[in-house]
Structure formats: structure tokens, C-alpha cells
């Protein structure tokens, strides 16, 4: 194995999520233009070619559109957008405080939509190898101290089934929406743990172990189901303060 050594982030990454900053926020509309390389480079404190990287790299996730003589053009990020964009997104105040109660919402009804497919086919392709990880990922949901701690096990339990489901698109999804999903454990996770009891988990578990896809899809969606319930009426105040 070869290995390169550590090195700082670099200014034009911080460029970047600058700039990637203001175009998820509004700040720069689409179909508006940014600012020059000359006067981005001034504001930020940074030579023309750290710049020109940073929006070279929005141009490649198609976020800018870079024409000739006319500068960046700011497309459209909601139709240019993966999930690396979800966290910037999250975020509703400049400095994190505050999160966006209708992507918290979003994350929480994909991971319902999503879980059951995964459990179901955990149940019918993995279940044999799933017995030791499966089995030791709900120790840990069970021994959890504390709501982040449980649902931090429940990220560990939910990785097990993932890859027991077998499918790398999935996998990189789960990837995506848990990097969104950490974050938020502070807030949501003493609700979240609480509308879904160890007990369920147990149900889950014993369903993907059977080999059994129809009732691992029925166990997951009473796992994940509670906590959209739950954290529905708490979205809405949010949204109406």
C-alpha cells in the first residue's frame, strides 16, 4: 500500500465551500453571475488561480457554468446536486446553530423509505453471514447508555444490514445520508431513541436472521416509522417560529 502524507486543507478548498456556501444559501440566484476571479481574490485575501480552482471545481459538479467572457454563471444546485450537498443545506444560520426543519424532515422520510428495502434485502442475501455483526450491533443498541449512544449503535446496526443488502449503490447512499445524519444526534437523538425501543430492533433482528424479507421490511418500517411520527409536530413548530 502506498501512502502520501497528511496535508492542510487548502485555501482553495476553503474557497470552495465558501462560494458553495452562498450558492446553496440564495445569496448568489441562479442565473446570476459571481463576482470576478479579480474581486473574489481582493474579498478573500487569496491569488486569481486559488480562485479560479475553486470555481473550477463548481464548474465541474455543474454548479457554475463558466463561459467564455462572461464569467460564472450560477445554475440551478437543487438539478446539479448530489448528496454532498445535503449538509450545507442542513444548516439554517451562518453558524450552525440553527438547523433547516424541512431537510431534517427529508432525512428522516428517506431513511423510512429507505431502511425497510435494506432490512428486506439483508433478509433474503445475507442472512447467514449477518448473525455475528447483526447480533453484536444489537448488544450495543441495547446496552446504550443514552440516547446519542443509542443511536450511534443504531447507525452500527444499520451499516451491518447495508452491506448484508449487497448493493454498492446503497452503500454509498447510507454513506451520504449518514455524513448528514451524525451531525444532527445532538439534537434529534433522545427523540429519536425513545420512538424506537430496543424491543423493535429485537423484532428486526430476529426477522433478518430467519432469512425472512417480508417480515424484516414489516419490522423496519415499525423501527423507522416512529421517529418520523414523533418528530413531525416538533418539524412543523420549528417551521411556524
Known amino acids: 500500500m502506498e501512502l502520501s502524507p497528511v496535508t492542510k486543507r487548502s485555501a482553495a478548498d476553503e474557497v470552495h465551500e465558501q462560494l458553495l456556501n452562498q450558492l446553496v444559501s440564495g445569496a448568489a440566484p ?16 487569496v491569488s486569481r488561480p486559488v480562485v479560479r480552482e475553486a470555481i473550477a471545481r463548481l464548474a465541474t459538479s455543474g454548479h457554475v457554468e463558466v463561459r467564455q467572457g462572461d464569467g460564472a454563471v450560477v445554475n440551478d444546485i437543487t438539478r446539479t446536486g448530489g448528496l454532498d450537498l445535503l449538509p450545507h443545506l442542513l444548516v439554517a444560520a451562518p453558524d450552525g446553530a440553527v438547523v433547516d426543519p424541512s431537510v431534517v424532515r427529508s432525512v428522516l422520510e428517506v431513511r423510512e ?46 451499516e451491518q444490514l447495508v452491506r448484508g443488502a ?21 439534537v434529534l437523538a433522545d427523540a429519536v431513541a425513545a420512538a424506537e425501543p430496543a424491543e423493535r430492533y429485537r423484532t428486526l433482528t430476529a426477522a433478518v436472521l430467519d432469512g425472512d424479507a417480508a417480515a424484516a421490511r414489516t419490522a423496519a418500517q415499525a423501527v423507522l416509522g416512529g421517529a418520523t411520527g414523533v418528530l413531525g409536530g416538533f418539524l412543523d413548530r420549528m417551521e411556524q417560529s
Open 113 to 158: 423509505h429507505l431502511g425497510p428495502w435494506i432490512a428486506e434485502k439483508a433478509a433474503a442475501r445475507s442472512a447467514d453471514a449477518l448473525t455475528v455483526p447483526l447480533t453484536a450491533a444489537l448488544a450495543a443498541i441495547e446496552g446504550a447508555g443514552s440516547g446519542p449512544e443509542q443511536q450511534a449503535a443504531a447507525l452500527g446496526y444499520w
Open 166 to 186: 449487497d448493493s454498492i449503490a446503497m452503500t454509498l447512499i447510507f454513506n451520504g445520508m449518514r455524513r448528514v445524519y451524525e451531525p444532527l444526534l445532538g
Open 30 to 45: 441562479v442565473g446570476s453571475r459571481l463576482p470576478s476571479e479579480r474581486k473574489l481574490a481582493e474579498v478573500l485575501g
